[in-house]
């Protein structure tokens, strides 16, 4: 097989949110796809409508997008092997549980999920391997008649095999072997018409040509029953390969689709929109998750998309399970935010800001971005830190705004004088804001660390902001000078 005809797919379910692991998934589809020139197909497997969550679409599509990993085939995009919904290709399922049932490969089976339980249940007594024990397998012509005629809804099992093994090739771990006893006479169609999940795989990978099959490991155990299908209906088998498993940060379990954290730690994020909403470049994101199970050496990690589409390869995806590092993921965020221009790194803080019901303007953020660029972990980091730029001049609690070295008419005093001095300014730049406020403290008899840190929770209300000269000059004259009055005035009141 030639690159050119490469053919893989992410075929997600909507049943909730997209979440790491199934992103994890889709970029190693989407990386494969741009590697070798092939193509990238999203197909939605949606026939379980019990499951359906109403929102797991737009957000699926929304973040796949945002990610930059645009599919070439399937919903809102169209394509020459579609429909791409499940759901839309339900009679084509039927119709090939029927050609199973006619070539005797497969079988109706009549068992009520009364009798499927009690089974169970004896089995659970008996400690006897659970499956089902195939009574429906041999019906009679006259049986088959008489359930119909009793109006008994049925579903299609596939007929397999009893003796014997069934075997693959798996790209990562090589050739495994399964007993044929160890299988079970698996569901193709549901009572409802609808197809188990197996049976619209194997047709839907079939018809729409796809070269590779990449998945998570938990899958593994079903691919000996795709192995069986396959053959009952004479199709070839497409490349399988399972990526690892992602650990939790502990490495000691499975990454889950709940939320989760350690003890005395804050929620953490594990849908894709979390990450976003809360400020992780989709750059950095991409460049993460890519090495969450492969790695081009032992030393690079940060890749562009280019380079990565450019190394990315089968050969040196790990079968061994990784795990999730969030302070890593933070670590890779900074570093891209701080390779950001500043009219980049602007938009992209407006965005979050105006989420966070603040009113900023682009201007004044892109004033602002080189200054807090160093101190961003992601960018909502932004709100804490300028947050006072865009509201009107606020109140400070008088006990906060005091210095303990400087006392109420001392920090009133520091105020009062910091605000005329700078009032009078001829030019109201960073040089000449610094140049006056250290002609202020040599004056004083305060410390440098008490009089700008008056000065600072009078502007920003916050004992750690942004440069406090660099902030002054982004806010202006008539700004500055309003919070430092409004800040005297505020110690007059409260005496």
């Known amino acids: ?51 359906h969550h109403p929102e797991a679409l737009p957000d699926l599509f929304d973040s796949l997008r945002w990610l930059g990993w645009f599919w070439d085939e399937g919903p809102e995009v169209g394509g020459s092997y579609g429909p791409y919904y499940q759901s839309d290709r339900a009679e084509l399922y039927r119709q090939y549980a029927d050609q199973l049932i006619q070539a005797g ?17 004896e089995q659970r007594r008996e ?73 619209a795989n194997v047709i839907d990978d079939h018809l729409m040509e796809i070269s590779h099959i990449l998945r998570g490991e938990e899958w593994l155990p079903s691919v000996p029953k ?72 032992a030393e690079t990690e940060l890749f562009t998309r280019d380079e990565l589409i450019r190394y990315f390869d089968l050969d040196h995806v790990s079968k061994s399970p990784a795990a999730f590092s969030y302070e890593k993921l933070d670590h890779m965020n900074s570093v891209y935010i701080r390779s950001l221009g500043d009219n980049d790194l602007a938009n992209r803080l407006l965005q979050v800001l105006r989420r966070a019901d603040l009113d900023a ?13 160093e101190r961003l972990r992601i960018l909502s980091d932004a709100i804490d830190l300028i947050d006072f730029a865009f509201v009107d001049v606020h109140t400070i609690d008088a006990e906060t705004l005091v210095q303990k070295a400087m006392g109420v008419d001392g920090t009133r005093q520091t105020l009062t004088d910091s605000a005329e001095a700078l009032q009078a300014l001829p030019s109201f730049d960073e040089e000449a804001i610094e140049e006056t406020l250290r002609g202020l403290v040599g004056a004083s008899e305060y410390k440098i660390r008490d009089y700008f840190g008056a000065l600072r929770m009078a502007l920003t209300g916050k004992r750690v902001s942004p440069p406090l000269f660099e902030t002054m000059a982004v806010l202006g004259r008539q700004d500055t000078v309003q919070r430092l009055r409004r800040a005297a005035q505020a110690l007059n009141e409260a005496e």
């Open 361 to 373: 303007d682009y201007q004044r953020v892109l004033q602002f971005a080189p200054l807090i660029k």
């Open 105 to 121: 490969k497969a079988y109706r089976c009549y068992c009520t999920p009364e009798r499927l339980a009690a089974l169970r249940e």
């Open 226 to 297: 795709h192995v069986l299908l396959y053959n009952a209906l004479g199709w070839p088998m497409p490349a399988q390969v399972h990526l690892p498993t992602i650990l939790d940060p502990s490495g000691k379990g499975k990454l889950s689709k709940r939320k989760q954290k350690g003890p005395g730690e804050a929620e953490r994020l594990t849908f894709i929109h979390e990450f976003r909403q809360a400020g992780y470049l989709p750059e950095a994101m991409t460049n993460f998750l890519a090495l969450v199970g492969w790695a081009y050496d």
């Open 1 to 51: 097989m030639t690159n050119a005809n490469v053919r893989v797919r992410f075929a997600p379910s909507p049943t909730g949110y997209f979440h790491l692991g199934s992103a994890r998934t889709a970029l190693y589809n989407w990386l494969f796809a741009q590697h070798t020139g092939g193509s990238f197909i999203l197909r939605i497997e949606d026939t379980d409508r019990t499951r």
């Open 127 to 199: 400690r006897q391997k659970p499956g089902y024990d195939r009574r429906c397998r041999h019906l009679t012509s006259a049986q088959i008649a008489q359930f119909e005629a009793e109006g008994l809804r049925s579903v299609v099992r596939l007929m397999a095999p009893t003796e014997g093994q069934t075997s693959f090739e798996d790209v990562l771990r090589g050739r495994i072997v399964v007993e044929n006893a160890e299988l079970d006479d698996m569901v193709l169609l549901k009572s409802d018409g609808y197809p188990t999940y197996h049976l």
